[in-house]
């Protein structure tokens, strides 16, 4: 009997209209686009301003734009898991909402929480349930309003972050395509760098944590990119190492799109060239959640069936982590 593996079958994405240049920002915070650019990669962001829309939009937008490209029917979907930083609500499933509102009437559903490698860890996770042989059909979205949790006088990070969600329905393949291996590791000592203080059962919401500020992303930098650089390019490198693989064989690296410095430490760490690093920074930022399945959405012209893909990200706790995936999409459907 052939082996199992989880593929990805489809893919949507959705970013909202509003641009935040870094020419807007200049106006607001005492920075500039020269600034951001040398030091992120970042030259807008995409906020979603509606009014009473939430992550779930972002979610279901992206969902219903892979259901109009690949005529999925999400009728037989098994499970929705979303992954986000940012839900709805507390306690209420955001994952839950986005199944009854795209129809995916028979799955059961669950948010997962680990900051920017949530969607790493959901595709992980997602695939077990394939490879267990008791479900087809699982669709992992990735989407976090960032907008939501920045305050836009700070500027450490309201430069950073955007708004924006993607998808994949992953479903069982025995032709050898699909998640081949992953390392996947967290660090709970690195929280204290970055967090949000308020809101939680530590810190419960207050009139005084609301007045300090306290429910909007707090970073240290300096120690959060010293982290970053180091773990996502060893997981990167011990994933190629594990497999037998050098750059040579990588058609593409699916950064989480933090910071270009990051991305581009770990591809030198790989030895890939700049024309195997998929790369979406400079137009939406930091979208937590959503930069790996937006990439796959911004890109899906150029993937071809076969091609050798490591996913890589790091996100606060810490978490971090990479996977190696052989795409199954042929581009000719």
Wanted: net charge negative; aromatic share 8%.
């Amino acid at each position: 009997m052939s082996k199992v593996t989880a593929a990805i079958t489809a893919v949507g994405g959705y970013v909202p209209e509003f641009r935040l240049t870094n020419a807007l920002l200049e106006e607001m915070v005492d920075t500039t686009d020269e600034w951001i650019t040398t030091r992120t990669g970042i030259k807008e962001r995409r906020l979603l301003k509606e009014e009473g829309a939430g992550t779930s939009t972002l979610g279901i937008r992206a969902v219903d734009d892979m259901k109009s490209k690949f005529g999925v029917d999400v009728s037989d979907v098994d499970l929705v898991i979303c992954c986000t930083a940012t839900p709805d609500m507390p306690v209420a499933s955001t994952a839950a909402y986005i199944a009854t509102n795209i129809g995916a009437n028979n799955a059961f559903s669950y948010d997962l929480m680990a900051a920017c490698s949530g969607f790493l860890y959901g595709l992980s996770t997602g695939s077990k349930f394939i490879e267990s042989g008791r479900y087809k059909k699982v669709l992992v979205v990735g989407a976090d309003k960032m907008s939501s949790i920045i305050n836009y006088e700070d500027r450490t990070t309201c430069v950073i972050f955007g708004d924006g969600g993607g998808c994949v329905l992953l479903e069982p393949n025995t032709e050898g395509y699909g998640v081949q291996d992953e390392v996947l590791r967290s660090d709970g000592s690195g929280r204290q760098y970055l967090k949000i203080d308020a809101g939680g059962s530590i810190l419960p919401a207050s009139q005084e944590t609301v007045e300090l500020n306290k429910h909007f992303v707090y970073q240290e930098g300096q120690q959060v990119f010293k982290f970053a650089v180091t773990n996502m390019a060893d997981v990167s490198a011990q994933i190629l190492e594990r497999n037998n693989l050098t750059g040579e064989d990588v058609d593409w690296l699916v950064p989480h799109q933090a910071n270009l410095r990051i991305i581009n430490a770990t591809a030198n760490r790989m030895g890939l060239d700049d024309d195997k690093v998929m790369l979406n920074i400079q137009r939406y930022g930091n979208t937590t959640n959503g930069t790996l399945p937006l990439l796959l959405w911004d890109y899906l012209s150029k993937l071809k069936k076969g091609d050798n893909l490591v996913f890589a990200a790091f996100g606060g706790g810490f978490t971090w982590g990479s996977i190696y995936l052989k795409w199954a999409i042929d581009p000719k459907n």
